[in-house]
C-alpha cells in the first residue's frame, strides 16, 4: 500500500461522514413533524377525557338538581304544615324540620354553583383543545410540505456524495474495497480511520510501539488500532 490508498480511504471516509450529517439534518427535520403529530395525538386524547368529564359532570348536576327540587318541594310542604299547625309543640317541630331542608338546600345551591364553575372550566378547555387541533391540522400540513422539500435537498446531496465515492471506490484494488467495506461495516455511524501523534491513537488513545509507528507513518502497512479497531492512517485528516 502507499499513501494515495490512505488518501483515498481518509477522502471516502470523510464523504461517509457528510452523509451521515445529512442523514442526521433528515431526521432532525422529520422530527418536527412527529412532534407536532405527538402533540396533536396528546391533545386529542386529553380532549376525548375533558369532553367525558363534561358529560358526568353535567350529569351529575342534573342529578344535584333534581335533588335541590325535591328538597324545595319538602320545604314548601313545611311551611304550610307551620301555617296549619295549631300548638306550640307542632310549630317547633315544623320550624326544626324547615331549618334542616333550608341547610340542604344551601348546600345544595352552593354544590350547583360549583358544578356549574366546573362545566364552565371544562367547556373553555375543550374550546381551547378543539382550536389547538384545528389550528395544528393546517400547521402540520404545511410543515410536512417544507420536511419533504428539505429532505428532498438532502437526499439530494446524499446521492451526489455517494456517487463521489463509488468513483472513489472503483478506484481501489481488491484488497482496497475489501478493507473499506470492512470498514463501513464495523462503523457505520462514526468515523472509521485514525492516526497516531506521538505513538498514540488519537480516537482511543492506545499507545503503538516505535517500530510498528514508523511502519505506519511511512505507509507501508495497513494496520489497525489494537482498541478501537479504526485504521491506522499515515495521514492527517484536514
Request: hydrophobic share 30%; glycine share 2%.
Amino acid at each position: 500500500m502507499n499513501l494515495e490508498f490512505f488518501a483515498q480511504m481518509l477522502e471516502l471516509d470523510n464523504l461517509k461522514s457528510k452523509i451521515l450529517t445529512h442523514q442526521s439534518q433528515i431526521q432532525s427535520n422529520s422530527n418536527r413533524v412527529s412532534t407536532v403529530e405527538k402533540f396533536r395525538v396528546q391533545s386529542a386524547e386529553e380532549l376525548t377525557r375533558l369532553k367525558k368529564n363534561l358529560e358526568d359532570t353535567h350529569h351529575h348536576f342534573l342529578q344535584q338538581e333534581k335533588e335541590l327540587h325535591k328538597v324545595e318541594q319538602l320545604l314548601t310542604r313545611s311551611s304550610e304544615r307551620q301555617s296549619q299547625a295549631s300548638t306550640s309543640q307542632e310549630c317547633a317541630a315544623v320550624e326544626q324540620e324547615m331549618k334542616l331542608f333550608s341547610a340542604q338546600k344551601d348546600k345544595l345551591e352552593n354544590e350547583l354553583f360549583d358544578v356549574l364553575e366546573t362545566e364552565e372550566k371544562l367547556k373553555k378547555s375543550i374550546n381551547e383543545k378543539t382550536q389547538f387541533l384545528e389550528g395544528s391540522e393546517k400547521s402540520l400540513l404545511q410543515i410536512k410540505d417544507e420536511v419533504i422539500a428539505l429532505n428532498n435537498k438532502e437526499e439530494d446531496e446524499i446521492k451526489k456524495i455517494q456517487e463521489r465515492m463509488q468513483l472513489y471506490i472503483n478506484e481501489l484494488s481488491p484488497t482496497g474495497k475489501s478493507i473499506w467495506t470492512d470498514l463501513c461495516k464495523r462503523f457505520p455511524k462514526e468515523n472509521a480511520i485514525t492516526f497516531l501523534q506521538n505513538g498514540t491513537c488519537q480516537n482511543c488513545r492506545s499507545h503503538v510501539g516505535r517500530n510498528l509507528e514508523s511502519q505506519i507513518e511511512k505507509g507501508t502497512i495497513i494496520e489497525h488500532c489494537s482498541q478501537c479497531k479504526r485504521l491506522l492512517s499515515p495521514l492527517k485528516r484536514v
